[in-house]
Every structure is written in C-alpha cells, then in structure tokens.
C-alpha cells in the first residue's frame, strides 16, 4: 500500500466559529476572475462577497460558491465600504500602493473587509482614501504583480493561516 492516497472532495476542516471576512471587489473586467475568487472565498468558508458593476459568475468556475455565498451587487462601492466601516470591519485593500505592507508580515484583524481592485487599474483614489491598510503579495519574477483573483486566493489562504479555526 502506498504511503499516500488520493481522497478528493474531502470534506472540509470544522470551524468554531463563522469567518469574519468579507471580499469586496472593484468592478472586475473578467468574470472568470471574479467567478474564481467565487470559488476561493467558498471554499475557505467565507460567507459574503461584495462585487460591484455588472458581473455574472460562471458556474463551472465559481462551482459552489454561487450558492454557498451571500453574495451582493452593487453599482458602487465606495457606500458599501463605508458601510462597512462603520460596522467595525478593517478595510484592507489588496493593492501595490505607497506604503502598502508586505503580505508576509501583515496581521489581519478578525474583522476585515479584502478589497480587491480591477484586474488593470486596482483601486481608484476614492477607494484607497478609505482603506484603513494596504498589502502586496511580493513579486519576484515577470510579470510585476499577480492575476487578481491568484492574489486573492493567496490573500484569503493567509488570513485562513492566521484563523484557522475561523
């Protein structure tokens, strides 16, 4: 018998409590990015997702997160993050920005709310300007910044890292 088998599909880690992070994004160009980010935040048992303009997640892609989410659409963002603000939530944007904090030494808080900017122009002033942190994913090759829904997925895996537990 080998030392490893392959189980797929296996069932997912109990957490002790519910996530407490949202993933917002800008108005996406690409529904496949934001069908994957679908996908990812579902698969990391986060509960909401917050997208913006007019996307349509493909089903093959996002697979379960299209119903395991609460996921809403809105026109714009910029309401919406203040909103959530005011809740309590840290506003996070995943972004390469002055002053911007290296993902590998950024501390999450509980409560956080990812925003996550446009596949070609991030996230415009208005946005920025109401971010309480910035983080980068560092780079070390070509191209000079990852896909978006790739920095995402590395994103949600570190705050899972940080809560395991949710």
Partial sequence: MSKFEHQRHKPGSNLTRPREIIVACAPMRSNVNVSSIARTASACAIERLVLTGNPSLISKIA????????????????PVLKRLKDSGYRLVGLEQTTNSESMHSYHFSRRTALVIGN????????????????VEIPVYGLPHSFNAATATSMALYEYCRQFPQG
């Fill in 63 to 78: 697979r379960d997160g299209e119903t395991e989410l609460d996921i809403s659409t809105h026109r714009s963002l910029l």
């Fill in 119 to 134: 596949e070609r122009t991030g996230l415009t002033s208005d946005i920025l300007d109401v971010l309480d942190d910035a």
